[in-house]
């Protein structure tokens, strides 16, 4: 069996309300999306996928899958990582987000090893990510809107497991999201 760990980083960031893609912002001495990257990376799953549609400084080990779509929504991205997962043969991709830089490699690793068609990590209780989509409910996600699988997730709890997991899920939303961490 294996698994892609997907890292989303096609929206606009129209929240962020200065020059530049938030995802390029320094945060900590280095950009947003570096933060989400290396922990995918240090995951040590299969493949390492970033699905974009703002030019990033990859390494050559990481596969990019452009999504044209990605002003329709984040099912969008979803499904373009979907399609080249099933191109490559994986049987699972675990999906991240580029501007949630505190998500630990632990948490990649930790989704990733637990069976459940789809199964979500959990901080202090909450739903967050990366969340494991087995390839079993691929053909269930939706294809257009802003909610990757979190529709799939409330029509269908039955496919769903929850994990505990380490980091915090915090995202980079907004200027003053970045200057708190920042700070």
Not at 32 to 49: F, I, K, N
Not at 117 to 144: E, F, K, Q
Not at 152 to 181: F, K, S
């Amino acid at each position: 069996m294996t698994t892609a760990a997907v890292l989303l980083a096609a929206g606009g960031g129209t929240r962020f309300r200065a020059d530049g893609h938030k995802l390029v912002t320094v945060l900590r001495d280095r950009p947003v999306y570096q933060h989400a990257l290396a922990a995918a990376l240090a995951a040590g799953l299969d493949e390492v996928v970033v699905v974009g549609a703002v030019a990033l400084e990859l390494p050559d080990a990481v596969t990019v899958v452009c999504n044209e779509r990605w002003a329709d929504g984040q099912a969008t991205s979803v499904q373009a990582a979907v399609r080249h997962a099933t191109g490559a043969g994986h049987d699972a991709v675990v999906i991240g987000l580029a501007d949630q830089p505190f998500i630990a490699p632990e948490a990649w690793r930790t989704v990733a090893a637990t069976d459940g068609p789809i199964v979500v990590a959990t901080y202090d209780g909450r739903r967050g990510n990366p969340v494991r989509l087995h390839r079993d409910v691929w053909p269930l996600l939706a294809t257009s809107g802003d909610e990757g699988a979190r529709t799939l997730m409330r029509n269908r709890p039955d496919l769903v497991r929850e994990v505990a997991c380490p980091g915090d899920p915090a995202d980079i939303d907004t200027v003053e999201d970045l200057q708190r961490w920042n700070s």
